[in-house]
């Protein structure tokens, strides 16, 4: 399985911008990155996917390298409850492929944000 | 209702009890998981259920046994657990493995003794 890379931590204060990166250098053509977080507490939670093209959503915005090999979880004005566990992740869409339908959680971004 | 439900939320086992965690959602969706989470530590996928046949079992040992009864429920049964078992177990559903977004219930954290 592709892997992804993130930094353990980082902080940030309120009403800030927040980018959260990831590596994946062993990206293939058919993983799709998705963002997921986890609030203390809770179960994930989605926030995002993307294959090639950058994408926005209500809650945040994702960019995608031009070589796919990287891409940024922005949070464009971070609140103290955006305070969670950031995972990125790619998810095989190739069907019959070993990984296919597979969701599996890296490390993650331990995100603190303060008032 | 974008939901999934597990219950119970806490539950407390011998090492010799048999029990069972359930999960259901309404959303039609035909991908089920299991996933099982230590503290501190990533969720680790353990079984995917596509349209009610199991489709990957992540080397499980046999003490966890799925089930999925129909499409909109998801058992775990448990039986013979050690204390390293201890965790909070998630299950997710999303559209037939697709890339679209996956949904989480709150888990049901397990302690056993």
């Known amino acids: 399985d592709a892997k992804t890379t993130q930094p353990n931590s980082m902080e940030s204060n309120e009403e800030e911008p927040v980018h959260l990166p990831c590596n994946h250098s062993t990206i293939s053509g058919t993983d799709y990155i998705h963002w997921y977080r986890q609030l203390p507490s809770q179960g994930p939670e989605y926030v995002i996917h993307g294959l090639t093209s950058n994408v926005n959503n209500r809650m945040a915005s994702l960019a995608i390298a031009e070589d796919r090999k990287s891409s940024t979880l922005i949070l464009h004005r971070a609140t103290l409850r955006d305070a969670a566990v950031y995972y990125c992740i790619l998810r095989d869409v190739r069907a019959g492929g070993t990984s296919y339908g597979k969701l599996t959680f890296g490390q993650g971004t331990i995100l603190t944000v303060h008032p | ?113």
Not at chain 2, 14 to 34: D, F, I, P, V
Not at chain 2, 88 to 112: I, K, M, N
């Open chain 2, 1 to 113: 209702d974008t939901e999934v439900t597990q219950t119970p939320k806490h539950l407390v086992m011998g090492m010799t009890n048999k029990k069972s965690l359930k999960c259901e959602q309404h959303m039609g969706h035909r991908a089920m998981y299991w996933y099982k989470q230590k503290a501190k530590k990533p969720p680790e996928l353990m079984f995917v259920y596509s349209y009610e046949k199991l489709s990957i079992n992540e080397s499980v040992p046999s003490r966890f046994s799925p089930e999925c009864p129909n499409s909109s429920l998801l058992n775990l049964h448990l039986h013979a657990l050690q204390p390293e078992d201890s965790a909070l177990y998630l299950c997710a559903s999303s559209q037939e493995r697709d890339p679209t977004e996956a949904f989480f219930g709150q888990g049901t954290r397990l302690t056993v003794v």
